[in-house]
């Protein structure tokens, strides 16, 4: 006999990990090991547009955990199984193949996946009963179907969600949504002599998924160097930006743990980078952000336990959610990642490529080929826009801003639909994640939840100004633009963009304004 903790592409660690943990007392309960198992799905890789790196970088991380449970004698057994449809049937059978009476998972909010659960539930009823799966809540501080409206109803506004949302943090102790779960319990070392489950341990993560490969050798040295994978690396991340001073030149693919990459602060309240960013984070030309983004989205680190560190900066060790303080701002941030869970769990539609705003559906949009690539290669002629496609493309990332600038720019400038802008952040983000993705492709399409209302457009040269005043974000990542001084840096003129041989806009911005207006006033007219 043996209990079963089921791993899953949003909780790669070992660490404060709600359904290990409990597999983990019920294993020791029940005296029996304890198996981790994770299953490898292409076809759910392919229906959630999955990129090459996000695939690579939950393998690398896999790695990772697979060598922190055997240090414990726990096996990971990890599979490739390729029809999502038999994929519960499969999992029963290795549950029966292991006389495993007990099964642990955090849920994942998706539609699919919320299915797939509930037949692998069903399938194990049908069965006999033999298996008990167990599903919690882990991915979000606190867990959607808490924060309601007085009518019982899911938040489609973050200002009173935020304002719901925080008395829920106040309970102490072990009740409380920041509380960390318990490390698992190493097995016995004898397990390793079992002849079931001692074999388990020789099974390796692979280096690649069929489809998912990253080809290009460059690519995936520099997705590494970036990203590296771990629960340490998260943490030194975390580290990073709560302890060390952000700089300018550090925009790019730089490696985070190394030492340069770091400039230690004595005043991390000041002068850090979580000190500043009330009033940087926004900024474009200096590295303000935690870039947790990819750790949190895999799970590679919880954002309780991320709350939990920023409370060590804090007077009386309080958690911090104003507006006033920049631990505060960042933990709203936080805040925003539970939110878009909350309204992918509790309306299912956003998860089917449905918007939000049902009258929204029969929006107008242009199917001019040209300018989807355009706006994928960073060819947009407007260097903000451009700049940050091509950190997308080189780094898997993206500054929050400058993806609400280029998402603005493609729903409402180019007037193309946003599931197209959607699918490629998917393709090519490290951190895709759907809540997050599709809460902010319908926040700019003006289509989701709280959205930006339609009218109020943004205008992408002003907001160049704004957020890299001095347009080091743009030299750094638009090389023919690398020797322009001055404001020039933000709209070059095109005498001076033929010279160096930049594109022209492909759009006037004003007359693209005054079209997505007509056609978000009167949805299906035009
Ligand atoms: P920080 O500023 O340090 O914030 C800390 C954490 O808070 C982030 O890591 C993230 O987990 C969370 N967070 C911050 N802002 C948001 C937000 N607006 N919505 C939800 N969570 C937030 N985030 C993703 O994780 N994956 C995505 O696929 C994704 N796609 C996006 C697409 C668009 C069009 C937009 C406008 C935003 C998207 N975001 C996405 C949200 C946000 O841009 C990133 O989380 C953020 O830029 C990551 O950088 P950081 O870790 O340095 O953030």
């Known amino acids: ?20 943990a409990l597999a983990s007392a019920q294993a020791r309960h029940d005296g029996v090991p304890l198996l981790a198992l994770f299953v490898l799905s292409p076809q759910d890789y392919v229906a959630h547009d999955r990129g090459a790196r996000r695939v690579d970088f939950t393998l690398r991380n896999l790695q990772s955990v697979r060598a922190s449970l055997a240090a414990k004698h726990i096996p990971l057994y990890t599979t490739t199984h390729a029809p999502r449809t038999t994929l519960p049937a499969r999992v029963l059978a290795l549950l029966k193949q292991w006389g495993a009476a007990r099964l642990y998972a955090n849920i994942e909010y998706e539609v699919d996946e919320l299915r797939r659960d509930v037949r692998l539930r069903e399938l194990a009823e049908a069965d006999g ?5 167990t599903f919690v809540h882990d991915r979000c501080i606190v867990p959607p179907g808490q924060v309601l409206t007085k009518d019982g109803r899911g938040y489609s506004v973050y200002s009173p969600f935020l304002r719901a949302w925080i008395p829920h943090l106040t309970p102490k102790g072990e009740d409380s949504p920041l509380a960390c779960a318990p490390d698992p319990v190493p097995n016995s070392a004898a397990v390793r002599g079992h002849p079931v489950y001692g074999a388990l341990f020789e099974s390796t993560v692979p280096e690649y998924v069929e489809g998912f490969a990253m080809d290009d050798p460059e690519e995936r040295e520099r997705m590494r160097i970036c990203w590296p994978a771990g629960e340490d690396a998260a943490g030194q991340v975390l580290d990073r930006f709560l302890h060390t001073m952000a700089r300018s030149s550090q925009l790019g693919a730089v490696d985070p743990l190394k030492e340069g990459a770091r400039v230690p602060t004595k005043n991390p309240n000041r002068d850090s980078r979580v000190g500043k960013y009330k009033d940087e984070r926004d900024r474009l030309d200096a590295d303000t952000t935690s870039r947790l983004s990819p750790y949190l989205a895999a799970g590679v680190i919880s954002a309780r336990a991320c709350v939990r560190a920023t409370t060590e900066l804090t007077a009386n060790k309080k958690i911090d959610v104003s507006r006033d303080t920049g631990v505060g701002r960042w933990n709203q941030e936080i805040a925003w990642r539970d939110f878009y869970n909350h309204v992918l769990a ?14 929204m559906a029969d929006v107008r949009w242009e199917s001019e080929g040209g300018h989807l690539q355009a706006w994928k290669d960073g060819r947009t002629g407007v260097p903000v826009v451009d700049a940050g496609m091509r950190q997308a493309r080189a780094m898997g990332w993206m500054h929050n801003r400058v993806r609400m600038i280029a998402a603005m720019y493609l729903t409402k400038d180019l007037m193309i639909d946003w599931r197209l802008g959607e699918k490629h952040f998917m393709e090519t983000l490290v951190d895709g994640d759907l809540a997050s993705n599709n809460g902010g492709w319908q926040w700019s399409a003006s289509t989701g939840v709280d959205p930006a209302p339609y009218f109020r457009i943004f205008n992408p040269y002003t907001q160049s100004h704004k957020v890299d005043p001095t347009g080091e974000y743009i030299r750094n990542f638009v090389p023919e633009l690398a020797k322009v001084r001055g404001e020039e840096i933000h709209q070059p003129p095109p005498g001076l963009a033929d010279k160096l041989g930049y594109p022209r806009p492909l759009v006037d911005h004003n007359e693209a304004r005054q079209r997505a207006i007509r056609r978000y006033k009167n949805p299906g007219a035009e």
């Open 129 to 133: 009963g033999g298996v008990a799966c």
């Open 1 to 20: 006999a043996a209990v079963v903790y089921w791993m899953r592409m949003e909780d790669l660690r070992a660490s404060d990990n709600r359904a290990l």
């Open 346 to 359: 509790l309306f299912p539609r956003v998860s089917m490529g449905r918007p939000f705003q049902e009258k």
